[in-house]
């Protein structure tokens, strides 16, 4: 397959382009030039900014084009118009509509919005990417994931988990235990994208990993890292103040995301996703956290991620509510 990958020297995009190779496809890569330009020195590179300069591609033709970066509708709207045979397009599950209940992928999305603000509106211009994306037809797919964990992951979100683990003692964990989580592997995700690229079919899939309680979620991970770590479960009002999701990982006690971690996976591996065992993922994000310098939960490729929680906050915690139960 002649492979054009939009981006590619992140995350998903990194791995994609990885899995791309292994699989034998030749891969071109579209980006800035900005991100790790050191990557993929054999692969073919056109540098350049996606809105308003595609010029150097409009007279190739791509058997799949695979979009890891597309925030806003009319940027999406100028790639999609490239000569390709399926174009994937990234989305995320925070693009429906209705997540205080478990989406599937014929659910409304969200509407559209009238400024092109990605970090105020992500789901709903992500929302309106799709639609670009879907009205070519049989040439177009779209991809929701959730959240994504393993190597290279800049965000440390489910990288705090297993390095958490590691480093053993009482670990911080929201109740209730029977919240669900649920996190894909990358490289997962990347393999199928790729598939999807090569095969098809056109439509709608969810890019999610298998569903857990938040309690089997974090013992599956600490079994896998250290098992003489101890979970210490607090209710929410001795986490007021800690940010839900990003300071504290797959935490997410707003109704309004209540279905966001539950989303089935079945339909999409019936379509060519496989899925590894999640100690998998958290062994393999440990081994590459620790290559890393300094505080591996904070960093990725040597840019400073700060936002999970820190040892001290989470020390300061479990003291006040040890404080506060034996009053």
């Not at 939960?297 to 404080?323: F, K, N, P, V």
């Amino acid at each position: 397959m002649n492979l054009l990958v939009i981006g590619g020297t992140l995350f998903l995009g990194r791995h994609v382009v990885e899995h791309a190779l292994a699989a034998g496809h030749r891969v071109t890569l579209f980006n800035r030039g900005r991100t790790q330009a050191h990557l993929f020195d054999d692969v073919e590179k056109i540098h350049g900014d996606r809105d308003g300069g595609l010029a150097p591609l409009l007279s190739r033709h791509w058997d799949g084009i695979i979009d890891t970066c597309g925030f806003v509708p009319r940027v999406v709207r100028q790639s999609a118009a490239l000569a390709c045979d399926r174009y994937v397009y990234v989305s995320t599950v925070m693009a429906y509509a209705d997540l205080t209940r478990v989406p599937v992928a014929s659910d409304p999305t969200l509407p559209d919005v009238d400024h092109e603000e990605h970090q105020r509106a992500y789901g709903p211009l992500k929302a309106a990417c799709e639609r670009e994306v879907l009205a070519l037809g049989e040439r177009g797919i779209v991809v929701r994931p959730g959240l994504i964990g393993g190597p290279y992951d800049p965000t440390g979100r489910f990288t705090y988990w297993p390095v958490r683990f590691a480093e053993g003692g009482r670990v911080l964990a929201p109740l209730p235990r029977e919240a669900t989580a649920q996190v894909i592997d990358v490289r997962d995700l990347a393999a199928f994208l790729v598939r999807l690229a090569a095969q098809g079919p056109c439509g709608i899939f969810n890019g999610v990993g298998r569903v857990y309680s938040m309690a089997g979620f974090l013992e599956s991970v600490r079994d896998a890292i250290n098992p003489a770590a101890e979970l210490c479960w607090l209710p929410p009002e001795a986490l007021e103040g800690i940010a839900p999701w990003r300071e504290l990982p797959l935490w997410l006690p707003d109704p309004a995301y209540a279905g966001m971690t539950g989303i089935d996976p079945t339909p999409s591996e019936a379509t060519g996703l496989h899925l590894r065992p999640l100690a998998s993922t958290a062994r393999d994000t440990l081994e590459w956290a620790r290559s890393l310098d300094g505080e591996p939960a904070r960093q990725a490729d040597g840019r400073y991620i700060a936002g999970t929680l820190s040892r001290q906050e989470e020390a300061r915690r479990l003291a006040a509510w040890d404080l506060r139960r034996n009053r």
